[in-house]
């Protein structure tokens, strides 16, 4: 009987040693890029601290339970053709299971030298193969932009604004010029167009956040915005109601299916320094866009299972829950040396409170119409523009028209508002 009892246990431990030597445990990282697909999270590329750059494509498996204590990674068996950060991702419109992957710095992952990058690459999550995507019409082949972020309409036309050109002749410099270009590109005919803003023409910003309504306003929130060559973060408080929200750059925004904004974390330091962070506060603030002007609130939040204050890391939603993943760790101090994030964090965003796992939350195997801000939810067609924007002539030529883009006024703010035909 002892002896049972003892042979038992000696097959937990080994089986729960098993577990634990087969369960993948990423290293951190900060700067990848992340998108929904399904019952999937997953994250490409992204910085793992000292400049060595990964081309990892790992998921997290949201048909089973996430638990914050133990995440349950994969590791895609296939990775990106070369290492990748401060790209943008966002999954097809079209085929609901390819997702492009659009610019960044790309290195070769051996020697991690700055290598010339495939402007477009695309990742077909049913097969996991890559494809090189050969587009036309870009606006200089010899360069790729990094730090934007791209969102997609539902007739497959990615919209890109602004951005740091990256010469890969020269490798990436924090002095390389930031864009105020509206680059489009239509997945169906694989060209490039850029759309010719001539009113209110924004700064030259990246590191933003672009998050795509229903009613095909993209609204572009908080970034490191160059003005005669002095970078700061922008008025998080211009054009809005509510509450203040510190300036930043390098937060996550999602976009619940009752259209609100939560944005999380960022860094409010003036510094293009990566390792140089300061918490952006406060971490969690949301912007409701049904009503005009929008409006910020900080929503009170319990400290229990509360995250550490992050930038650069990724942020999906799914069944109204906002999965935090990675980024460099943020505090109220100046930092200038990067602690990097290996946790998972999620938020429910009706009860506005931060769980440990979803085991108790209903997550079925098929997501709920809670849209990723990269992925375009359904088109509602209905117009709300905040009282304070009025839309503004446009100067279209005929694609532009076809695009069916039309520009509503913005300053300097931290909200620009571009309408994609969606
Ligand atoms: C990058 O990380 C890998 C894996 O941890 C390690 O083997 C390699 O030596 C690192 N490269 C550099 C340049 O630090
Ligand atoms: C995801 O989790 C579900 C439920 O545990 C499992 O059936 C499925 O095989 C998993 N899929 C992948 C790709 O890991
Ligand atoms: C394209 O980018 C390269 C590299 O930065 C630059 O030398 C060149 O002048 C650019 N061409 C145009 C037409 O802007
Ligand atoms: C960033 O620069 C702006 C403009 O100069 C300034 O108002 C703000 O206080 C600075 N922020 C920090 C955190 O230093
Ligand atoms: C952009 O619009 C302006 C103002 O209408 C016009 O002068 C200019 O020629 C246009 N540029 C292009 C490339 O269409």
Redesign the pocket.
Known sequence: MNMLVNSLCLLLIQSFMFISVCQFVP?SRYEQTSTLVNTKIYIFGGN?G?S?FTNEVVYLNLSSPLNTAKPLWVKNTIGIPSAEILATSCLSSIDKSTVYIIGGQTHDPTN?NLINPPLVNAFNSITSQWTTVTTTGFYNYSITLDRMQAVMNNDGKIYIFGGKEVDYSVGDTNYGPYINKMNVLDTKALTWSSLNITNNVPTLRVSYTATLLSNGLIIYIGDFEMINSAKTNVNMNEQVNGNTIAPRNAHSAVLTNDGRIIIFGGNSANSTSRATTLRAQPDVAVLNTNISPYQWSIPSISSINSPQSLCFHSAEIYNNIMIIAFGIVTSDQLQTTETLNNNIYLFDVQNYAWISSTSTVSISNAPTSAAPSSTAPKSTKSSILPANVKETSTNHNSNYMTIGISLVQFSDAIILLLKATI
């Open positions: 290293e793992t000292k060595n991690q």
